[in-house]
């Protein structure tokens, strides 16, 4: 497989269950994020990782909790969520995280609905 | 507070050319990017601008002028497949990424 992937695409659950959100990439990247999408409005950067220290956590709730094993995985476990938490997840990787082009690659996004 | 503007839908016909606008008001300038996503697909990227002028690349072309905060993607010979949304991101002072909320694009035939 190439690019970055996640699994699952799609998930449904209740406020009480626990699941994880599963991201590989295979391009050799360094540093992985996770992103949070809701209909017409920006993009949220949740967490950031790179070379597998967390290098950001912009105030996300602790009902989601961020590991990164390896620099090719990242997983975002979930747990007692809110109905407003539905939304897409996306896993994104980069060749560094400061200066220079550090285009983002995109994983589809596993959308979440939470009822 | 920092915050980036693109309208949120535009419409345009198959063959036709479409400007999409973005300005922004940030802490500090480190380079503009254009992504493109297609409905349930993950964003991809088209562009990065971080001096002033056009970079073209084939139907694409984005435009960054700095001193007015604004930067436009245009996009030439439009085809169906170019229905997406466009998403446009500010890297700050501190290297964040601020987006803006996407310009979703409708191509009639």
């Known amino acids: 497989e190439t690019g970055v992937t996640q699994t699952p695409r799609h998930l449904v659950m209740g406020m009480t269950n626990k699941k994880s959100l599963k991201c590989e990439q295979h391009l050799g990247h360094n540093a992985m994020y996770w992103y949070k999408q809701s209909a017409k409005k920006p993009l949220e950067l949740m967490f950031v990782?790179?070379?597998?220290?967390?290098?950001e956590n912009n105030s996300v709730p602790s009902r989601f909790s961020p590991e990164c094993p390896n620099s090719s995985h990242l997983f975002l476990h979930l747990h007692t969520l809110q109905p407003e938490d539905s939304a897409l997840y996306l896993c994104a990787s980069s060749q560094g995280t400061g200066s220079g082009a550090n285009v983002l690659t995109f994983g589809a996004g596993s959308r979440l609905t939470v009822l | 507070g920092q915050n980036i503007d693109q309208p949120t839908e535009m419409t345009a016909t198959e063959g036709a050319i479409v400007q999409i606008n973005c300005t922004y008001q940030?802490?500090?300038?480190?380079?503009l990017f254009w992504y493109q996503q297609h409905a349930g697909e993950a964003p991809t990227f088209l562009s990065y601008?971080?001096l002033d002028g056009l970079e073209e690349k084939g139907r694409f072309s984005s435009f960054l002028s700095r001193s007015k905060g604004y930067s436009y993607l245009l996009l030439k010979e439009l085809q169906m497949k170019d229905s997406a949304s466009y998403l446009c991101a500010v890297r700050d002072s501190n290297y964040q990424l601020i987006w803006g909320a996407g310009t979703k694009l409708i191509i009639k035939p």
């Open positions: 990782y790179s070379l597998e220290e967390r290098v």
């Open positions: 940030t802490s500090g300038f480190n380079g």
């Open positions: 601008n971080v």
